[in-house]
């Protein structure tokens, strides 16, 4: 009643509001937008939920109903609330410092003016991974691919063996090969080359994830959530090969489908 009572009081107020005041709230709905997907990627969306409630109630016992005592509670936990924000999200937080360091929208320009002969380059490289994929599913070997994008895979590479090699259908059957030394871990690809093999990834634990779906597959989501990785699995029970991107399973994909997923 105090605030609506405060805006009637206050005639001014509404034509005080120009394009300035526009701009700022466009500006906090994209920022709360973009944490809100970062959260729901990394599986933390129930805390970013309660941290908003939480704030909510916060500016109604200060702002609006004013209450002193419990007024002062709230303040003391907001000020002791950022430091504990810092320490429960750090991965989040180092994922979007990361990305803002990256070269992704650079990258995007260049791609607008990137030529015919560019893109039959980056069609040359995806096709190799494509038939490598169809080889391997139709032969029941599993196999784990990793393909890095703005934020950069080098502590998940200094888990296996550095490789850098040029893409190559037959480099990367060998690899999977069941008798291979490498073919349990994942194989990351960054900057057009083959970099290494025998990799561990972080494991995801997120309840929603099917039951049917096997370590491959956690571990796949698991680089997907806490990266902008693209994570190719070829099933080594089924043969079905599936992609992780961005939280996501695209699952029992042909090879147009993972073509056209590459690509893109």
Not at 6 to 16: K, N
Not at 174 to 192: Q, V
Request: charged share 20%; aromatic share 8%.
């Amino acid at each position: 009643m105090q605030l609506v009572s405060f805006l009637l009081s206050s005639p001014g107020f509404f034509f005080e509001f120009g394009l300035k005041d526009v701009i700022d709230i466009v500006l906090v709905a994209l920022l709360l937008y973009y944490v809100y997907k970062l959260m729901k990627v990394s599986g933390s969306i129930r805390i970013f939920t309660g941290i908003l409630v939480f704030i909510l109630i916060w500016l109604v016992v200060t702002q609006v109903l004013a209450m002193k005592l419990l007024g002062s509670i709230f303040n003391t936990l907001m000020n002791v609330g950022v430091l504990a924000l810092i320490i429960l999200f750090q991965d989040e937080i180092r994922r979007f410092l990361l990305t803002l360091g990256s070269h992704h929208h650079l990258g995007a320009l260049t791609r607008l003016f990137k030529n015919d002969k560019g893109e039959n380059a980056d069609h040359e490289e995806i096709m190799p991974i494509v038939m490598a994929c169809i080889s391997m599913g139709k032969q029941r070997e599993g196999a784990l691919i990793v393909i890095e994008r703005d934020i950069p895979l080098d502590d998940v590479m200094r888990t296996g063996d550095i490789i850098n090699a040029n893409i190559n259908q037959r480099l990367i059957e060998n690899i999977f090969f069941k008798n291979s030394p490498l073919h349990d871990g994942a194989m990351i690809i960054s900057r057009h080359r083959i970099r290494a093999a025998g990799c561990i990834l972080p494991v995801s634990h997120d309840n929603t994830i099917p039951k049917h779906l096997g370590l491959r597959h956690r571990a796949a989501m698991g680089i997907a959530q806490e990266t902008d990785a693209l994570a190719i699995i070829v099933s080594e029970e089924t043969g079905a090969i599936s992609v992780a991107y961005m939280g996501k399973f695209h699952l029992r994909l042909n090879a147009k489908e993972l073509e056209s997923l590459l690509v893109r």
